[in-house]
Protein backbone atom coordinates (compact mmCIF):
# COMPACT_ATOMS: atom_id res chain seq x y z
CA UNK A 1 0.00 0.00 0.00
CA UNK A 2 1.16 3.46 -0.92
CA UNK A 3 1.68 6.50 1.54
CA UNK A 4 3.03 9.95 1.47
CA UNK A 5 6.45 7.85 3.36
CA UNK A 6 6.61 6.31 -0.17
CA UNK A 7 7.54 9.91 -2.08
CA UNK A 8 10.78 12.88 -2.32
CA UNK A 9 9.78 16.12 -2.68
CA UNK A 10 11.97 19.50 -3.20
CA UNK A 11 12.00 21.92 -0.98
CA UNK A 12 11.61 25.71 -2.18
CA UNK A 13 15.93 25.50 -1.52
CA UNK A 14 16.39 23.07 -3.83
CA UNK A 15 16.71 20.26 -1.42
CA UNK A 16 15.34 16.47 -1.30
CA UNK A 17 13.00 15.99 1.31
CA UNK A 18 11.68 11.98 2.06
CA UNK A 19 8.71 11.88 3.44
CA UNK A 20 9.27 8.73 4.88
CA UNK A 21 10.31 11.74 7.54
CA UNK A 22 7.29 13.00 8.06
CA UNK A 23 5.46 10.08 9.65
CA UNK A 24 4.24 10.24 12.52
CA UNK A 25 2.88 13.86 12.27
CA UNK A 26 -0.54 15.09 10.64
CA UNK A 27 -0.01 16.49 7.37
CA UNK A 28 -1.81 19.38 5.88
CA UNK A 29 -0.39 19.61 1.84
CA UNK A 30 -1.88 22.42 -0.16
CA UNK A 31 -1.08 23.71 -3.40
CA UNK A 32 -0.75 27.81 -3.11
CA UNK A 33 -0.28 30.61 -5.31
CA UNK A 34 0.52 34.48 -4.07
CA UNK A 35 -1.88 36.02 -6.43
CA UNK A 36 -4.54 34.63 -5.40
CA UNK A 37 -8.01 35.66 -4.16
CA UNK A 38 -7.66 32.65 -1.46
CA UNK A 39 -3.89 33.86 -1.12
CA UNK A 40 -5.15 35.48 2.35
CA UNK A 41 -5.46 32.03 3.49
CA UNK A 42 -1.88 32.01 4.25
CA UNK A 43 -2.91 33.35 7.71
CA UNK A 44 -5.15 30.77 8.28
CA UNK A 45 -2.33 28.07 6.86
CA UNK A 46 0.14 29.72 9.39
CA UNK A 47 -2.47 29.91 12.61
CA UNK A 48 -2.99 26.11 12.50
CA UNK A 49 0.94 25.59 12.47
CA UNK A 50 1.45 27.86 15.33
CA UNK A 51 -1.21 25.87 17.07
CA UNK A 52 -0.79 22.66 16.47
CA UNK A 53 3.02 22.21 15.44
CA UNK A 54 3.89 21.09 18.76
CA UNK A 55 1.26 18.32 19.04
CA UNK A 56 3.09 17.02 15.74
CA UNK A 57 1.07 19.02 12.95
CA UNK A 58 2.73 20.27 9.88
CA UNK A 59 1.95 22.10 6.68
CA UNK A 60 3.67 21.40 3.18
CA UNK A 61 2.85 24.19 0.99
CA UNK A 62 3.41 23.80 -2.82
CA UNK A 63 3.53 26.90 -4.84
CA UNK A 64 1.59 26.21 -8.25
CA UNK A 65 1.41 28.56 -11.46
CA UNK A 66 -1.50 26.21 -13.06
CA UNK A 67 -4.10 28.51 -12.25
CA UNK A 68 -4.52 31.80 -13.22
CA UNK A 69 -0.38 31.76 -13.78
CA UNK A 70 -0.97 33.18 -10.35
CA UNK A 71 2.35 32.16 -9.03
CA UNK A 72 5.01 33.72 -11.72
CA UNK A 73 7.75 34.10 -9.31
CA UNK A 74 11.06 32.18 -8.37
CA UNK A 75 11.06 30.43 -4.96
CA UNK A 76 13.26 33.17 -3.04
CA UNK A 77 10.04 35.76 -4.54
CA UNK A 78 7.64 33.35 -3.60
CA UNK A 79 9.65 32.98 -0.19
CA UNK A 80 10.08 36.39 0.69
CA UNK A 81 6.21 37.26 -0.21
CA UNK A 82 5.19 34.26 1.84
CA UNK A 83 7.91 35.54 5.28
CA UNK A 84 6.89 39.73 4.45
CA UNK A 85 3.46 39.34 3.79
CA UNK A 86 1.65 36.65 6.09
CA UNK A 87 4.85 35.90 8.42
CA UNK A 88 5.08 31.93 7.01
CA UNK A 89 7.19 29.73 8.65
CA UNK A 90 5.73 26.45 7.44
CA UNK A 91 7.91 24.54 5.19
CA UNK A 92 7.27 25.56 1.26
CA UNK A 93 8.22 23.12 -1.47
CA UNK A 94 9.23 23.39 -5.12
CA UNK A 95 6.70 25.40 -7.19
CA UNK A 96 5.34 21.71 -8.87
CA UNK A 97 2.70 21.11 -11.15
CA UNK A 98 -0.64 19.67 -9.74
CA UNK A 99 -2.56 18.47 -12.99
CA UNK A 100 -1.43 17.08 -16.23
CA UNK A 101 1.53 15.47 -17.59
CA UNK A 102 4.34 17.07 -15.60
CA UNK A 103 2.32 16.84 -12.63
CA UNK A 104 3.70 15.74 -9.17
CA UNK A 105 3.77 12.13 -8.36
CA UNK A 106 2.68 13.29 -4.63
CA UNK A 107 -0.28 15.15 -5.74
CA UNK A 108 -1.49 12.37 -8.22
CA UNK A 109 -1.22 9.96 -5.67
CA UNK A 110 -3.30 12.40 -3.25
CA UNK A 111 -5.91 12.81 -5.99
CA UNK A 112 -6.69 9.20 -6.46
CA UNK A 113 -6.74 8.62 -2.66
CA UNK A 114 -8.68 11.52 -2.22
CA UNK A 115 -10.92 12.52 -5.20
CA UNK A 116 -13.16 15.60 -5.63
CA UNK A 117 -16.68 16.59 -6.44
CA UNK A 118 -18.41 13.79 -7.74
CA UNK A 119 -15.28 11.82 -7.69
CA UNK A 120 -13.21 14.32 -10.09
CA UNK A 121 -9.53 13.63 -9.70
CA UNK A 122 -8.05 16.90 -11.03
CA UNK A 123 -7.03 20.03 -8.43
CA UNK A 124 -9.54 22.80 -9.78
CA UNK A 125 -7.86 25.88 -8.31
CA UNK A 126 -4.79 27.31 -5.67
CA UNK A 127 -5.36 26.12 -2.09
CA UNK A 128 -6.90 23.13 -2.62
CA UNK A 129 -5.84 20.89 0.39
CA UNK A 130 -5.34 17.52 1.69
CA UNK A 131 -5.12 16.11 5.39
CA UNK A 132 -2.63 13.30 5.82
CA UNK A 133 -2.47 10.76 9.10
CA UNK A 134 -0.30 10.03 11.04
CA UNK A 135 0.32 6.74 9.30
CA UNK A 136 0.46 8.48 5.85
CA UNK A 137 -2.33 8.12 4.59
CA UNK A 138 -5.02 10.75 3.39
CA UNK A 139 -7.99 11.23 4.83
CA UNK A 140 -9.82 14.30 3.18
CA UNK A 141 -9.31 16.85 0.43
CA UNK A 142 -10.77 19.90 0.72
CA UNK A 143 -11.67 22.84 -1.92
CA UNK A 144 -10.10 26.31 -2.16
CA UNK A 145 -13.13 28.00 -0.28
CA UNK A 146 -12.82 25.82 2.72
CA UNK A 147 -10.83 27.84 5.72
CA UNK A 148 -8.10 26.54 7.75
CA UNK A 149 -9.99 27.39 10.63
CA UNK A 150 -12.74 25.06 9.05
CA UNK A 151 -10.28 22.27 9.35
CA UNK A 152 -9.22 22.54 12.48
CA UNK A 153 -11.73 20.26 14.23
CA UNK A 154 -10.69 17.26 11.95
CA UNK A 155 -6.75 18.33 12.38
CA UNK A 156 -7.63 17.61 16.19
CA UNK A 157 -9.22 14.42 15.54
CA UNK A 158 -5.81 13.09 14.53
CA UNK A 159 -3.52 14.30 16.50
Known amino acids: ?12 RGEEVDLSDKLGKVL ?9 GFTPQYDG ?16 GFPCNQFGAQEPGNADEIAE ?17 VNGDDASPLFDWMKG ?9 AIKWNFTKFLVDREGNVVKRYA ?3 TPARIAKDIEKLL
Do not use: H, W
Not at 83 to 96: A, D, G, Q, S, Y
Open 1 to 12: MTTIADFTVTSN
Open 28 to 36: LVVNTASKC
Open 45 to 60: LEKLYQDYADKGFEVL
Open 81 to 97: FCKVNFRVTFPLMEKVD
Open 113 to 121: EAPGLMGSK
Open 144 to 146: PQD
